[in-house]
């Protein structure tokens, strides 16, 4: 391989490389509510964010409007998606499926309290993020969880699924603070009790209150 050759291939390297981690931290946040609904991302203004180049902003947000994370405008440009109620419906049944499905592995696999432990230290996260107000850290700190419950499951192509879904949380904004506060510690219990659950082995009672947790979710996202 000539030189010339070897550093086309490196400087392509790097670029998928740049447009990958690009990729992954739209992707993120996305799917954990940290960017307002229907807004216009700019390449200039997000390749300065990402401290990358302006082609790697452009391949990821391609990229991501190819999945139907995003969507083109008319005159150009990329925005993020503005979900209606039967979106939300949509959402909150496809986690369902994944979720429920990832539920029953843990319990098939007989996962132990020890093993399961990455979840209540999630709970206590979402705690002290309720407690602080960090709204926006607090969502974070939910798709974390849900993450790792379907991490936990251990098959690797329901994990795969799972992260390339378009299965965004969503920040009820017409709830004001105390509202807020209070849906959001009634989350954090929901959390601690399938946590519980699931260590206790009782499968049934965690799917029942996963269900219920999810059906509250998809009602509260279809408020805003």
Same mark, same amino acid.
């Given at each position: 391989?000539?030189?010339?050759?070897?550093?086309?291939?490196e400087?392509?390297?790097?670029?998928?490389?740049?447009?990958?981690?690009?990729?992954?931290?739209?992707?993120?946040?996305?799917?954990?509510?940290?960017l307002?609904?229907?807004?216009?991302?700019?390449?200039?203004?997000?390749?300065?964010?990402?401290?990358?180049?302006?082609?790697?902003?452009?391949?990821?947000?391609?990229?991501?409007?190819?999945?139907?994370?995003?969507?083109?405008?008319?005159?150009? *440009?990329?925005?993020?998606?503005?979900?209606?109620?039967? /979106?939300?419906?949509?959402?909150?049944?496809?986690?369902?499926?994944?979720?429920?499905?990832? &539920?029953?592995?843990?319990?098939?696999? *007989?996962?132990?309290? #020890?093993?399961?432990?990455? !979840?209540? #230290?999630?709970? /206590?996260?979402?705690?002290? !993020?309720?407690?602080?107000?960090?709204?926006?850290?607090?969502?974070?700190?939910?798709?974390?969880?849900?993450?790792?419950?379907?991490?936990?499951?251990?098959?690797?192509?329901?994990?795969?699924?799972?992260?390339?879904?378009?299965?965004?949380?969503?920040?009820?904004?017409?709830?004001?603070?105390a509202?807020?506060?209070?849906?959001?510690?009634?989350?954090?219990?929901?959390?601690?009790?399938?946590?519980?659950?699931?260590?206790?082995?009782?499968?049934?009672?965690?799917i029942?209150?996963?269900?219920?947790?999810?059906? &509250?979710?998809?009602?509260?996202?279809?408020?805003?």
């Amino acid at each position: 391989m000539s030189a010339k050759t070897a550093n086309k291939s490196e400087t392509n390297g790097r670029r998928l490389a740049s447009s990958e981690r690009c990729y992954q931290q739209f992707k993120w946040l996305l799917m954990s509510a940290q960017l307002p609904d229907g807004a216009r991302l700019g390449e200039v203004e997000w390749a300065k964010r990402l401290k990358t180049h302006r082609s790697a902003v452009r391949e990821a947000l391609t990229l991501l409007s190819h999945e139907g994370a995003l969507r083109r405008g008319d005159r150009g *440009g990329f925005f993020t998606p503005v979900l209606d109620e039967h /979106d939300q419906a949509d959402v909150f049944e496809a986690r369902f499926v994944l979720e429920i499905g990832a &539920m029953r592995l843990i319990h098939a696999r *007989g996962l132990t309290e #020890e093993e399961l432990a990455p !979840l209540g #230290e999630i709970c /206590d996260t979402m705690q002290q !993020l309720v407690e602080a107000g960090m709204w926006l850290g607090f969502v974070e700190a939910d798709r974390r969880f849900h993450e790792k419950l379907v991490e936990l499951a251990g098959n690797r192509h329901l994990i795969s699924m799972y992260g390339r879904a378009i299965l965004p949380h969503r920040l009820p904004k017409s709830l004001d603070i105390a509202e807020l506060r209070q849906n959001f510690e009634i989350t954090v219990k929901d959390h601690r009790e399938i946590h519980r659950l699931l260590v206790d082995g009782r499968l049934h009672d965690a799917i029942a209150r996963m269900a219920s947790h999810l059906e &509250m979710s998809g009602k509260l996202g279809s408020s805003l």
